[in-house]
C-alpha cells in the first residue's frame, strides 16, 4: 500500500444509524458508541496528520412527491420492507426520513467534516453509483482506500465490492464497522472482504501503515 495514494472513506456514519435519540435505522447503543469513537478519535486524526483525503458518504433519496414517498420505494425489496415487512436485527418496518434536509441524514457532529474533506451522496448502496465518487479516486490518483462506517454486510461490503472491481487496494477497519442487523451480520461481511475483496485490519494500525512503519 502507498500511503501517498490512499484515502479514507466514511460510509454512512449519519444519525440514522448514529444518533439514539432520533435514529431509526440504529446500531445497538454499544456498537454506536464504539464505532464513533474509533472513527472520531483514532482513524480520522490519523488521516488528517497524514494529510490523507477523507471521502464522507452520506445516503438520502428525493421526495416523490406525485406518490407520497420517496425514491427509494423504486427498489423492490426496500418497498417491500417498507410496505410488508420488519427489517432483520431492527424489529420494525423500513421508513423513508432518509431525504434531504431530515436530520437524520447528518454527520455525527464529533466527525467533523471540513472544507477539505469531500462528501459523495449516494442513493443506493453503492457509492460509486450515479455519484462522483469514481471521479474522485481518479483526480486524487488513489490505489487503497480504508473503509469505515455502516453497515457491514450492505453499504460497506458494496463499497468494497466496487473498489474492488476497478482493481483498488480495499483495506477495511473491523472495530470501526458495525450493522444495524446485528453481530452475526457484521461477521458474515468481514469473512467475506478478507476472503475476497481485500485486507481487514484493525484502527490501532492505521498510523503504522500510513507512516511506512507496517505493512498490510
Not at 464513533?36 to 488528517?48: C, D, G, Q, S
Not at 472495530?175 to 478478507?194: L, P, T, W
Amino acid at each position: 500500500m502507498d500511503p501517498q495514494s490512499t484515502a479514507l472513506v466514511v460510509v454512512d456514519m449519519v444519525r440514522s444509524h448514529l444518533d439514539m435519540d432520533i435514529g431509526h435505522l440504529p446500531l445497538a447503543p454499544e456498537d454506536a458508541k464504539r464505532v464513533l469513537k474509533n472513527v472520531a478519535e483514532t482513524v480520522i486524526p490519523v488521516f488528517r496528520k497524514h494529510g490523507r483525503p477523507i471521502i464522507f458518504i452520506q445516503t438520502y433519496n428525493r421526495i416523490d412527491h406525485g406518490r407520497n414517498g420517496t425514491f427509494a420505494m423504486a427498489n423492490p425489496f426496500w418497498n417491500y420492507q417498507m410496505e410488508n415487512s420488519s427489517v432483520p436485527g431492527v424489529g420494525r418496518k423500513r421508513t423513508s426520513k432518509a431525504v434531504e434536509g431530515s436530520p437524520v441524514i447528518e454527520l455525527m457532529p464529533p466527525l467533523e467534516a471540513g472544507p477539505q474533506d469531500y462528501i459523495v451522496v449516494k442513493r443506493r448502496y453503492s457509492p460509486f453509483l450515479n455519484t462522483d465518487m469514481e471521479s474522485i479516486i481518479q483526480v486524487l490518483g488513489l490505489k487503497s482506500l480504508v473503509v469505515v462506517g455502516i453497515n457491514t454486510n450492505n453499504c460497506v461490503l458494496c463499497t468494497s465490492f466496487e473498489a474492488f472491481n476497478r482493481d483498488l487496494e480495499v483495506i477495511v477497519a473491523e472495530d470501526c464497522c458495525a450493522s444495524m442487523n446485528g453481530s452475526e451480520y457484521h461477521d458474515a461481511a468481514i469473512m467475506i472482504i478478507k476472503t475476497a475483496l481485500g485486507w481487514v485490519i484493525g484502527s490501532e494500525q492505521i498510523d503504522g501503515i500510513l507512516s511506512g512503519r507496517e505493512s498490510l
